[in-house]
């Protein structure tokens, strides 16, 4: 089925180990995200990439990179993973005209221990 | 900056009761809203949408209306099931500059038989 596969779909790390988070889409999207999700407090932008070799930060960046691999992928990276960073995280994709609304991948639950 | 406010949940109803998700806005421009959807362990989905004022979005018997003189985007259905039970989510998506989705905090329903 098209649409935004992210891989894996669980993690447990230990406090201070390294990993990567993959995001797919198949829908020729140009623009995709990261958000994390909170009890309480909704979804939050971590960073995003308006269209094929750009990245910016959203509104809690701290702790981690991006890469925009190419039009497909997104990846996400916890260079040294935190409590904090213990999340639900969502990768999603849109097209240019945005009004249309952002398709979003199944999630992946990271806990850091 | 822009931001969107939604009624605390959980709302617990009877199936085929009536059902209202209030959500309001904040926005300097004149945004598009969303209802997106989250249903247990999956990612988030466009339920609905509006890009302009008094526009009416429409899925799946929820409706919802942009008012632009309150500001709000309230979530209705006449007769809600137990399968409805999900969180909900309203955005926004200032049309200045790139257009990110603003969410709300979610609002958990809780449909019994």
């Known amino acids: 089925n098209a649409g935004v596969t992210q891989t894996p779909k669980f993690q447990v790390l230990k406090t201070g180990q390294s990993m990567t988070l993959q995001c797919a889409q198949d829908m020729n999207h140009n623009s995709m995200y990261w958000y994390r999700q909170d009890p309480g407090m909704g979804l939050r932008l971590i960073y995003y990439s308006a269209s094929e070799g750009t990245t910016d930060k959203g509104e809690v960046p701290n702790g981690y990179n991006v890469s925009r691999l190419n039009k497909r992928e997104f990846s996400l990276r916890l260079e040294s993973a935190a409590p904090s960073q213990t999340s639900v995280y969502f990768c999603?994709?849109?097209?240019?005209?945005?009004?249309?609304?952002?398709?979003f991948g199944s999630g992946t639950r990271l806990t850091v221990v | 900056g822009d931001s969107v406010t939604q009624m605390e949940g959980p709302v617990t109803l009877s199936e085929e009761a009536f059902l209202t998700i209030n959500c309001t806005y904040t926005?300097?421009?004149?945004?598009?809203l969303f209802w997106y959807v989250q249903y247990p362990g999956e990612g988030l989905q466009l339920l609905l949408k509006a890009t302009k004022a008094d526009d009416k979005g429409s899925n799946k018997g929820f409706e919802a209306t942009y008012r632009k003189e309150t500001t709000s985007f309230h979530l209705e259905k006449g007769s809600v099931q137990v399968s409805d039970s999900a969180v909900y989510f309203c955005a926004l998506s200032d049309r200045r500059g790139f257009q990110k989705l603003v969410f709300g905090t979610g609002t958990r329903l809780l449909v019994s038989p």
């Open positions: 926005a300097t421009g004149y945004p598009s």
């Open positions: 999603a994709s849109s097209d240019v005209d945005r009004s249309y609304g952002y398709t």
